[in-house]
């Protein structure tokens, strides 16, 4: 089932155990425009029923658009509650963070005019078997922040894990100054002169050991550097410390296992030590999912740099209009398949929610049928 | 759709949840608490059988050591349960559960019993090297074969170490009474005793295997805590996915762990066959292999926390056998007083990992979180 179809049927369980009360928890993060509409249809319809409904999100145009009263949280302790139709999304922003928060993304304009990676025709398959990417082309430039966009499932994760290298390719290639990369090993890439970096969607599960530390962390990719057999903790432990004032990571000490930190700090982690290394290509999936606004601003900031020193960035995000601030370049995956690719400065969110699920295509090949 | 009148719970009335934070200090209250609460619990056992649990106890505590004798006994007890807990260590660390112990302790003891009764020939020297190597290589390949299988198939660890178990042990039965049978045993079938040269030396009236064993806490905990190979099988332990996105080969690193682990119990086997038994039979390990892994696990796999535990666990049950005697019990006895203060403990070692959560819902609410 796809995750609006799960969510669907989690609403329904709560109907059938006939609730009085509904709390929805960050819903519209997996789902494509077109579907958060009829949610919110779903939700109006429930509150006419008598329903009372607690929708918990961080996307102020939908608190704005659904809701009748807003709550704000901050660390902890209700900071205030305001009728939405007397607020806006400043004072909303304004609450939420403490003090005036400038809310568009940076976009700077970079001039690098280099291809960095040419992917052609990729396909692969996941652990099952099954063919998650099919026949996938594009470019990724230096200095370009290219958007993946795709209902979940649509071989965002495969993808990115075929070109770090974690993937088994099928067919086709991925070129880098004209040499494959497709089926070397970690250090013959390094060799060739890429510096590849990939933060995982599932950050505590793949990116990170949960119940490690920070030092033990960011030793994860570097530990079998040096010669003897005893692994080096020390440079380790001051890259740590450098990272917490750096990122401003809230954590209790560089020891305290990650997995009590909040998922902002947790992506703070990872972040910054994928940017330890350098890369001349960074993957993130996800990025900022679940993410509080000051974090998600800390890592769009930590990217843009990245973006300003010549990386090539691929994004893998679910908010529309976050991509659209932020990418150069917008591809639409939907079922394994690159449905298209457009420049952010002419898109539309209802563009790209049409690519998503591919509703033109599927109207010309109907019309053929 | 608004329903009329009360409604009954549907979540189960209670269910078990993982501890997310087990604190240093819980865990060390807990556990005074825990052999406390065992204490407890065998006093009262003691007195139904009609003893007084005062002395019952001061007897097991002296028992273990108020003689040179007395003591010895314990260290030998203690040091093939140290050293295959030891060798558990490792493996579980990489969440591989290595039930096979008992099995590597006796494919240890066999390898090295080889050398012994054919090699006898050899100077001292040489021959307790080869009977060294000969044990580690026995275990280690014993505990290689499961890690082959779940590596490349996917196979349940637990069941395939657990049956290799049998197997062993039907191996000796077989050498026993079969290619190895000692000619001038009449009457039942056993080994040969090991001849002087075969045996392996006494350090300070004790056989070596106290010395091997601490020099073996040291390696373990510096190989553990601070080498590659350590950090990997942490790593490996923690999540798979973790370590193949860090780029380890985590086959190799399972294959290489679990015969380090089967070595070090082999080791064990061949420390009781040429130190303590001076043969091979069926009964070579007691149910070492199995006790192991209660000490592993209580010990948090600490190696340094091993070794106190193991020392325990041997004064216990060198106490124990004392107070059989003393107050004229039959082993049973003894058995079901073990047993006792093992079950609180290993209950209590429960309680710091889980607790129960009590469904205290009320009607009318409904969560949903995506």
Known sequence: MSVSEKQTVEILKVL????????????????????TSRLFEILRRMKQEGCAVIIITHKLNEVLEISDRVTILRKGESVATVNTADTNAQELTELMVGRPVELSIEHPETDFKEN??????????????????????????????????????????????????????????????????????????????????????????????????????????????????????????????????????????????????????????????????????????????????????????ALNEQKKKGVGILFIGEDLDVMLELCDRIMVLCHGRVTGIIDTKSATKEQIGLLMTDAKGQERRGRHA | MR?????????????????????????????????????????????????????????????????????????????????????????????????????????????????????????????????????????????????????KYGTNETLFTLMLNYIALYLIKYLVEGPWKDPASSGFPKIATFSENARLDQILGVHAGWLIALILVVLVFIYIKFSKHGYEIDIVGESVNTARYAGMNVRKIVLRTMFLSGAICGLAGMIQATGAAYTLSEGITGGVGFTAISVAWLSRLNPLI??????????????????????????????????IILFFILGFDFFTRYRFVFCKKKQGEGSMSC
């Open chain 2, 306 to 339: 091993t070794l106190v535990v193991s020392v325990l666990f041997a004064v216990l049950e060198k106490g124990c056998s004392v107070m059989q005697s003393t107050f004229g019990m039959s082993s049973a006895v003894s058995d079901i007083l073990q047993g």
């Open chain 1, 116 to 301: 960095l990676l040419e992917i052609h025709h990729l396909t692969a398959a996941n652990e099952e078997g099954v063919e998650m990417i099919k026949d996938i082309s594009f470019d990724l430039n230096r200095g370009e922040i290219l958007g993946v966009a795709g209902v979940a499932g649509s071989g965002q994760k495969e993808l990115c894990e075929a070109i770090a290298g974690l993937l088994p390719v099928k067919k086709g290639a991925i070129l880098y100054h004209d040499e494959n990369i497709v089926g070397k090993t970690p250090n013959e890439i390094i060799k060739i002169g890429i510096s590849m970096s990939f933060i995982p969607e599932d950050r505590l599960g793949m990116g990170l050991a949960a119940s490690m530390g920070m030092v033990d962390n960011m030793l994860l990719k570097k530990y079998n550097e040096g010669k003897g057999p005893f692994v080096r903790k020390k440079e380790a432990r001051e890259t740590a410390k450098r990272l917490v004032k750096e990122l401003e990571i809230v954590t209790p000490g560089v020891d305290t296992p990650v997995r009590r930190l909040s998922g902002g700090n947790v992506q703070k982690v990872l972040l910054g030590r994928e940017i330890e290394s350098e890369p001349n290509v960074l993957i993130t999936a996800y990025a900022v999912r679940g993410l509080d606004i000051n974090s998600s601003y800390t890592i769009y900031n």
């Open chain 1, 16 to 35: 059938y155990r006939k609730a009085d009360i509904l709390i929805l928890d960050e819903p519209t993060a997996v789902l494509t425009p077109q579907e």
């Open chain 2, 3 to 151: 329903r009329e009148g009360k409604e009954r719970c549907h979540e189960p009335w209670v269910h078990v949840v993982k501890k997310t934070e087990i604190s240093a200090s819980k865990t060390l209250l807990l556990s005074i608490l825990a052999v406390f609460a065992s204490l407890v619990a065998g006093g009262l056992f003691i007195l139904a059988i009609g003893q007084n649990p005062f002395s019952v106890y001061a007897t097991i505590v002296k028992g273990a050591w108020r003689s040179s004798i007395a003591r010895k006994g314990t260290i030998k007890l203690a040091v093939p349960l140290l050293i295959t807990a030891l060798g558990i260590i490792p493996a579980f660390k990489m969440k591989f559960w290595n039930i096979g112990a008992e099995g590597q302790i006796i494919m240890g003891a066999i390898f090295a019993t080889y050398f012994a009764l054919f090699y006898d020939h050899l100077p001292h020297g040489i021959l307790l090297v080869l009977m060294f190597i000969a044990g580690m290589i026995g275990g280690g390949i014993w505990g290689l074969i499961p890690a082959y299988f779940k590596s």
